[in-house]
Nanobody
């Protein structure tokens, strides 16, 4: 089994910054893409940013230029640096990872438990 544990959420004023971290542990042979999604009250979960094992990234238009995703493959950890935060960034942020637990197994997607980010004055 694979576990993803997020940290770094909290309350921040508009214009402020936060850095989220998500560490994967357990039975891991290989990790492909890792990413962050978010879900605001009453809205569907949406992709925020993703990064492949080779370092290619993609972002939601709403966060381009403000958020930066990165990963440390040696630590099986993905980060999300969030700058110039806006009230509309308020949501529960979930990390996910596409993991293969063995060379003979298929890829599976695992999710963290979520961390709350609140942007408010």
């Amino acid at each position: 089994q694979v576990q993803l544990v997020e940290s770094g959420g909290g309350l921040v004023q508009p214009g402020g910054s936060l850095r989220l971290s998500c560490a994967a542990s357990g039975r891991i042979f290989s990790i492909n893409a890792m990413g962050w999604h978010r879900q605001a009250p009453g809205k569907q979960r949406e992709l925020v940013a993703a990064v492949t094992s080779g370092g290619s990234t993609n972002y939601a238009d709403s966060v381009k230029g403000r958020f930066t995703i990165s990963r440390d493959n040696a630590k099986n950890t993905v980060y999300l640096q969030m700058n110039s935060l806006k009230p509309e960034d308020t949501a529960v942020y979930y990390c996910n990872a596409n993991v293969r637990e063995s060379a003979l197994w298929n890829w599976n997607t695992y999710w963290g438990q979520g961390t709350q980010v609140t942007v408010s004055s």
